[in-house]
């Protein structure tokens, strides 16, 4: 699986060590930016946005986006038609943004999770699987709120 990684100044350190964590498992790890910690103007929104795009285009598979909580990154990503990103901060609501949201994206805040954790919730999420069903009626839900304003679904 190709996993497309994005990042702020803020995220940068922890997106490295989670594309090594999941290099050494066998997926093909992708950075989308940012690169310079200290960049003056390294924001959050383009690398959010950028993910996003490249899972749209059928780039990648999956995405993993790092801020310094993951929530800016997140809303960028989310602005995407078709894009469900979510923040996660525990490996339950990763397991279940897969399992019950179909989310193509995790997020994370480096100033909220360690290392540790951080890898435990990519692990989680990586290894979950759409359940479809009623859930996926229910994700439809959320694309008609897309074509309702006039964006495609992807
Ligand atoms: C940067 O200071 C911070 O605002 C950013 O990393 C992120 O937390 C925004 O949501």
């Not at 480096?110 to 290894?127: H, K, N, P, Q, Y």
């Amino acid at each position: 699986m190709k996993i497309a990684f994005g990042s702020d100044h803020a995220g940068i350190e922890l997106k490295l060590f989670l594309m090594e964590h999941l290099k050494e498992q066998g997926f093909e790890c992708v950075d989308y930016g940012n690169y310079d910690p200290n960049e003056r103007g390294d924001n959050y929104p383009e690398p959010g946005r950028k993910v996003a795009e490249a899972i749209r285009a059928g780039e990648a598979e999956r995405g993993v986006l790092v801020c310094g909580t993951g929530l800016g990154i997140s809303l960028a990503a989310n602005k995407v038609p078709g894009i469900r990103a979510c923040v996660c901060s525990e490996p339950y609501t990763a397991s279940m943004s897969v399992r019950h949201n179909n989310c193509q994206i995790v997020s994370m805040g480096a100033r909220v999770v360690g290392r540790e954790l951080a890898a435990m919730i990519v692990d989680t999420f990586f290894s979950s699987t759409f359940e479809g069903g009623r859930h996926a009626m229910r994700v439809d839900m959320i694309s008609q709120i897309e074509r309702d304003y006039g964006m495609e679904k992807a």
